[in-house]
């Protein structure tokens, strides 16, 4: 490993180990600013199998590895050694962090966005930590209430501005990515990450959906139920990817027609939209050489 690279992962670790002080739990990030250990389960023959958040005991569960505990985050570290970042875990005790992330992708300006949101509701962001992203974007940092489960979302707020929640994590500062460095905005260093808005958190948390009953997909047996539960299980930036794979299955083996709607049901219960769903099977079918 080149010696700018080892600097790289001493200082992430340092600064790592800083932030664990302060009761946030960390991840080490490569350079694209992903999980830097990879699954243990990435070569699993069953993929339809219960997801392991790190249950096993090894290493690699992304985010599901933060940890404060110093010698855990040093055992993170030393499996990952061409980390050059850390992530920070949201939605954990004590600060329940909530991640708002300003882009700047394709032209949006998500700062003016999120004051007319702010006008609109009638709230104000407060003082905050404010990190720095190596393309001109902001992460503001605020905190949630422990009994409040604020999810991911990538641009449901306005264009820009997308969420980081539980589950998710924010690339913390001095991490060095293949685009840059990230950086405390000057003044914020000090701060405490402060109380979401109570309006703002208002629309951060969805509106309960109404239950969508999954029907047992008996025409088509335990795979069938497999696949239905390989859907139910993904997490936000995985769904259509999940339902894409599960319907190219179902089609394969005979059974697409039989399990269309049993997968639609379980992509509603994700958060996909109903016409989202089915034109993605209908893709699926399309690429496995069936009529949707």
């Known amino acids: 490993m080149a010696t700018t690279d080892r600097q790289a992962t001493t200082l992430a670790l340092a600064h790592a180990l800083s932030a664990a002080e302060r009761g946030l739990a960390v991840i080490p990030l490569s350079r694209t600013k992903l999980p830097a250990l990879r699954s243990p389960h990435h070569d699993d023959p069953d993929p339809a199998g219960p997801r392991c958040h790190g249950e096993c005991g090894r290493l690699g569960h992304g985010v599901y590895d933060a940890s404060t505990d110093p010698l855990r985050i040093r055992e993170l570290f030393a499996a990952a050694p061409w980390a050059t970042g850390y992530g920070i875990a949201c939605g954990l005790p004590p600060y329940h962090l909530i991640g708002v992330d300003l882009d700047t992708k394709s032209g949006t300006d998500s700062s003016t966005a999120l004051r007319e949101l702010a006008l609109r509701h009638l709230f104000t962001i407060p003082e905050t930590v404010v990190v720095r992203t190596p393309s001109g974007g902001r992460h503001l940092w605020l905190t949630g209430p422990p009994d409040v489960v ?40 000090h701060l405490t990450p402060a109380a979401c808005p109570p309006s703002l958190l208002r629309l951060l948390v ?46 394969e083996n005979g059974i697409g027609p039989a399990l269309a709607e049993p997968l639609t049901e379980a992509a509603l219960n994700t958060g996909l939209t109903e016409r989202e769903a089915r034109a993605t099977i209908a893709s699926a079918a399309r690429m496995t050489g069936h009529r949707p």
């Open 150 to 189: 604020v999810p991911n979302s990538a641009g449901r707020l306005a264009p820009g501005i997308d969420i980081r929640g539980a589950g998710g994590y924010l690339v913390g500062p001095a991490s060095r990515t293949d685009h840059g460095v990230y950086t405390t905005a000057p003044g914020t260093a």
């Open 206 to 251: 969805p509106p309960p959906r109404p239950a969508h009953a999954v029907p047992s997909p008996s025409p088509s047996g335990d795979h069938g139920r497999g696949l239905v539960q390989f859907v139910l299980a993904a997490h936000e930036g995985q769904r259509n990817t999940r339902l894409f794979w599960a319907a190219c299955r179902a089609y």
